[in-house]
C-alpha cells in the first residue's frame, strides 16, 4: 500500500504564494508518476502539474509560469504556487503511480485559499 500525505495548504491573499509537499510512504522504492489535482466547489477535480516516467512536467495552462512543481527524491514532491488567484481556491490533492498506467494513489487533501 501506498499512503501520500499534503501539507502547506493555507490562506493567502492574491498575488502571494504557498508552497505544498507530498511524501509517500509505503512498501515501495520510488513513484514513477507524481502530480498535482485540485478541485473547486462545484467543479470536477483537474490536474494541475504532473511529472511523469520520462522526467518530462506538464502544467495546466491556468497555472502555466506561475506554479512550479519539483521532485525532491523518489517518494517526495513539492508545489511551489506564485502569484496566487482568487481562482486557484481549492482542495489540492497528491497523487502517484509506482508505475505509467497502474493504479493512482490520492492524499487527503489540503485547502488552499485565496482571498481578493
Known amino acids: 500500500q501506498v499512503q501520500l500525505v499534503e501539507s502547506g495548504g493555507g490562506l493567502v491573499q492574491a498575488g502571494g504564494s504557498l508552497r505544498l509537499t507530498c511524501a509517500a510512504s509505503g512498501s515501495i522504492f520510488r513513484l514513477d508518476v507524481m502530480g498535482w489535482y485540485r478541485q473547486a466547489p462545484g467543479k470536477q477535480r483537474e490536474r494541475v502539474a504532473l511529472s511523469g516516467s520520462a522526467g518530462g512536467i506538464n502544467y495546466a495552462d491556468s497555472v502555466k509560469g506561475r506554479f512550479t512543481l519539483s521532485r525532491d527524491n523518489a517518494k517526495t514532491m513539492s508545489l511551489q504556487m506564485n502569484s496566487l488567484k482568487p481562482e486557484d481556491t481549492a482542495v489540492y490533492y497528491c497523487?502517484?503511480?509506482?508505475?505509467?498506467?497502474?493504479?493512482?494513489?490520492w492524499g487527503q487533501g489540503t485547502q488552499v485559499t485565496v482571498s481578493s
Open positions: 497523487a502517484g503511480q509506482v508505475y505509467s498506467g497502474g493504479s493512482m494513489y
